[in-house]
């Protein structure tokens, strides 16, 4: 499946490729060689933010950016104020993800390629994918993989999380509370991302699950500012997007 | 929950660190720019290997060796013959993980650091989970983070896996049909490990779940003799123990 050579135009000219570059959990040095070699050839370097920030994943990979390469901020409307499952947040995020998806296709048009910066493993719940969707079909795309924000979580949180025959499953806690509690009740380990405003809801789904006393909170994981501790210890409702809770497997174990 | 400072005998003398170095899916420039500098400073590297073969975590990691660093193999025992629910087999290897961890801990206790190597994310399904339960009350542990078996084969097949509220299951291939097929048909994106001599069952439970139709197969992701193909154009049941199976999630995308 993967395309070794670069796309043509009708014309001829030879087109640019778009490489997606997994940065890891936050920690700098987390990321790969590959990741950082790949930076570092990079002429035109695009990332996602929002207005009025650093960007994040601009943040993790600068010190790997070669001098002189020219930077592509793709900035996300400003939709803090829309619910997400509201029709005006999906259209806000769709037009936002065309037109990134034009902007980057424009550049690969001229024969250049650009490198797309990714949070955290790109092919899971990443904004490289909305991309990826679109231009995989008239351009050559490659992909780094790199450590997943959970990964750097368990390793932060020092918590073996799957043993054995234990099965692992992996939600957003964007989920409603009834299919929280019912998953968490019928797998051996668990990691709940995307906390945020959620957190309340979560507590509730964890005590109907039986598993909140085994559970770990996690937040701002690999990065300045980590902070872990026992789910049950946590009292208050803050948990920023980035923040995950771990349920950890207890199976076999010679 | 971090260990800052280095834990002390009795006697005052400084005991070593045993540090537990993710090395990525296999591909040796998925190494971390940490763990290749961690591998790097290390005096003495200890990995798991079986009698007779070239240990794979060795083969990843040997570029980052400082010359002159020693080397501890820590072997399996041959039980290839005994399958794995017997109780021989799971007596054969606490022996080996009991004496592994005292091979481990003897190092440690001559106030001497220990780097052990551990293929993909050291916190799933890994053999370091053993030793640091075994010396993590006794000894300071480091842990970092490496990119998992499973996000190397999502970059490799190319394959987006988790969109927005998508629920991620992940299953070993051990377990019975049954579970495997009721697990499969009740999730969004599923990734099967540790498929080996379990295919054939996989294969049915894929077909009761209705998922094979859209699963990948991927054998060796990012290593040498990498093969990518869909789950159901693969016509034999041969697979290596380190084979996977995805099925991407098709949540929602603005």
């Not at 990714?118 to 450590?147: K, N, W």
Request: proline letters at 6%; hydrophobic letters at 40%.
């Amino acid at each position: 499946m993967n395309v070794a050579a670069s796309k043509s135009q009708e014309s001829g000219v030879a087109l640019g490729a778009l490489i997606g570059v997994g940065l890891g959990p936050g920690d700098p040095e987390l990321v790969t060689v590959k990741a950082a070699r790949l930076i570092g050839e990079a002429k035109i370097i695009a990332y996602f933010g929002k207005p009025g920030r650093a960007s994040n994943a601009r943040t993790i990979a600068e010190r790997y950016f070669s001098p002189g390469c020219e930077e592509l901020p793709l900035l996300y409307p400003v939709t803090t104020e829309i619910p997400f499952e509201q029709p005006e947040y999906v259209d806000a995020l769709a037009s936002f993800y065309k037109e990134s998806a034009q902007r980057l296709g424009a550049v690969l048009e001229s024969g250049r390629d650009v490198t797309l910066l990714c949070e955290g493993d790109p092919m899971l719940y990443g904004s490289f994918m909305h991309m990826f969707t679109r231009l995989d079909q008239r351009f050559r795309v490659d992909i780094c993989a790199g450590v997943s924000g959970m990964s750097g979580c368990f390793a932060a949180a020092r918590q073996p999380m799957t043993w054995g025959d234990d099965i692992l499953t992996v939600m957003p806690a964007t989920l409603d509370e009834d299919t929280l509690a019912q998953r968490l009740a019928s797998t051996d380990a668990a990691v709940v991302m995307k906390l945020g405003g959620n957190f309340p809801k979560l507590r509730r789904a964890m005590a109907r699950a039986g598993v909140a006393e085994r559970a770990i909170y996690v937040e701002r994981g690999t990065m300045t500012g980590e902070k872990i501790l026992r789910f049950a210890e946590k009292r208050d409702d803050v948990a920023p997007y980035f923040s995950m809770a771990l349920v950890p497997g207890r199976g076999r174990r010679p």
